[in-house]
């Protein structure tokens, strides 16, 4: 059976957007279905790492060649024995079944009080299936929303008239991976890692995941903020220190606290 994961402090806020309600009716919850980062990221690039385990079980990080942030989740499933299990059970479940048997076992496997669902906290559409099947949920489920961050692009375009036509299905292309150049060739909704709130230009940054969820800004790019665990004496890391001693995750409860009274 798949192991869906209850929101955690992020995807909690959705709660509070009012667009966002309907799909929590009759006491739905949010969850989330993740895979093992990096191994489950086809097209990541700038982000790509891996929890490596050894021969013993223990656990390391490796970065990819081309890295220029460490993933949290990757960072995450070296720390948390419980989290790296998981995700793995459900890469490992999922990855040698073929379109009809991923819909069923997602079907079969997802809460009975799922009302948002955000694909991949961890992970990434690892094939152009698994990506139609998730296409395939939204339509059997058009009173609860699936939402996804993505690289994995060359599936989305294959599978893009489909994906247009399912209002509660929100994909995001997450600039960093291995086809970058897509993204504004097939003008797709996008978001960026930025190491400053400066660098966000005039891209809003989304604190809450509001911006990648929310069905009507399926077509309003965004930024992230660094996040996560960076190597030491790397850039990333000393923009994190720079964000951190700045306040700007502190402001940001403040400014998701006004985003949501706003709405």
Request: with cysteine; glycine share 4%.
């Amino acid at each position: 059976m798949l192991k869906f994961s209850n929101a955690n402090a992020k995807t909690e806020a959705l709660k509070q957007v009012d667009e966002l309600k309907p799909f929590l009716d009759h006491k739905r919850k949010i969850y989330s279905l993740d895979l093992l980062s990096g191994y489950s990221c086809p097209f990541a690039k700038a982000c790509l790492s891996k929890a490596v385990e050894d021969e013993n079980g223990k656990r390391h990080i490796e970065d990819g060649p081309d890295n220029e942030f460490r993933c949290f989740s990757a960072s995450q499933e070296v720390q948390y024995t419980n989290v790296y299990n998981s995700r793995k059970h459900n890469f490992d479940a999922l990855r040698g079944l073929h379109l009809n048997d991923m819909i069923h076992r997602l079907n079969q496997d997802m809460p009975d009080n799922l009302g948002i669902c955000r694909i991949h906290v961890a992970g990434d559409f690892f094939s152009p299936d698994y990506m139609f099947a998730w296409i395939n949920m939204a339509m059997m489920h058009s009173d609860r929303l699936f939402y996804a961050y993505t690289k994995s692009l060359s599936y989305w375009m294959k599978y893009k008239e489909y994906a247009d036509q399912v209002d509660n299905f929100v994909l995001t292309a997450s600039y960093g991976g291995r086809n970058d150049n897509m993204i504004e060739e097939n003008n797709l909704r996008s978001a960026k890692v930025v190491f400053s709130e400066d660098e966000a230009y005039e891209l809003e940054i989304d604190h809450d995941d509001s911006h990648a969820a929310r069905p009507s800004l399926k077509n309003q790019d965004f930024a992230l903020l660094l996040h996560g665990t960076q190597p030491k004496g790397t850039e990333a890391a000393e923009a994190l220190k720079e964000l951190k001693g700045k306040g700007s995750y502190s402001r940001k409860k403040n400014l998701t606290t006004e985003k949501l009274m706003v709405k």
